[in-house]
């Protein structure tokens, strides 16, 4: 069963602009992850937050997690035209296996 | 140096046929998975193995049949094509269960 949802479906942002987005999931988990995918490509691991971590840079990401309301955000800083992409979250519901949502397509316009 | 590479790349076929996808990872890792995405990017596991033991079986009809001859290998052979079978067939590694995992770049398999 699908586990995480991506808010929104898509997101047209400038260049220099941040983008955010979401993901809620329905139970108890023990990390939730992040990965982009380019188009026609393999998913890409961006970053892991552990179920008892709140927040966690890596360069340019910042992803935070509230567990009580079970909800995740990913803010992609100064975007570039490299960063065009489909960001997906993946949960680990201590059930052996990560489910993924459908993903956020980030367009990042020139 | 490919970590995770799956071939091939593109497979179209007519309904009815059976085809296999092959992957290979070099990562030294434990755990393999194949994943099925469909054309709305709705990325779905279809079978795990640890160390060549089935751990995940999804609810996949049984013409999709797995076989890990070895922890590095994992195939995917799928019996009678269905046209509900075309998608892109990702392969997967972790080092564990539930952790990071790298993709293969997909296999797009279009039944006509």
């Known amino acids: 069963s699908q586990q995480g949802e991506e808010d929104p479906q898509a997101l047209s942002i400038q260049e220099g602009e941040n983008a955010t987005m979401n993901c809620s999931y329905k139970t108890s988990i023990n990390n939730l992850q992040w990965y982009r995918q380019n188009s026609g490509r393999g998913l890409v691991h961006l970053i892991l937050?552990?179920?008892?971590?709140r927040e966690k840079h890596s360069g340019r990401l910042r992803v935070t997690l509230d567990t009580s309301k079970k909800s995740s955000s990913l803010l992609i800083t100064a975007s570039r035209a490299a960063d065009t992409a489909s960001y997906f979250c993946?949960?680990?519901?201590?059930?052996?296996?990560?489910?993924f949502g459908a993903g956020t397509t980030v367009t990042v316009r020139a | 140096d490919t970590a995770v590479s799956q071939t091939p790349k593109y497979l179209v076929t007519q309904m009815g046929n059976d085809k296999s996808i092959k992957c290979e990872q070099n990562l030294g890792h434990d755990t393999m998975y194949w994943y099925k995405q469909d054309s709305k990017k709705f990325l779905k596991i279809m079978f795990s193995y640890n160390n060549k033991e089935l751990i995940i079986n999804e609810t996949v009809p049984n013409r999709f049949s797995p076989k890990s001859p070895d922890k590095a290998h994992l195939n995917l052979h799928i019996n009678s094509l269905e046209l509900g079978d075309s998608a892109v067939y990702f392969c997967?590694?972790?080092?564990?269960?539930?952790?990071?995992?790298?993709f293969g770049e997909g296999s797009r398999l279009t039944v006509l």
């Open positions: 997967a590694s972790s080092q564990v269960q539930t952790g990071e995992l790298f």
């Open positions: 937050i552990r179920s008892n971590e």
């Open positions: 993946a949960t680990d519901a201590d059930d052996y296996k990560l489910s």
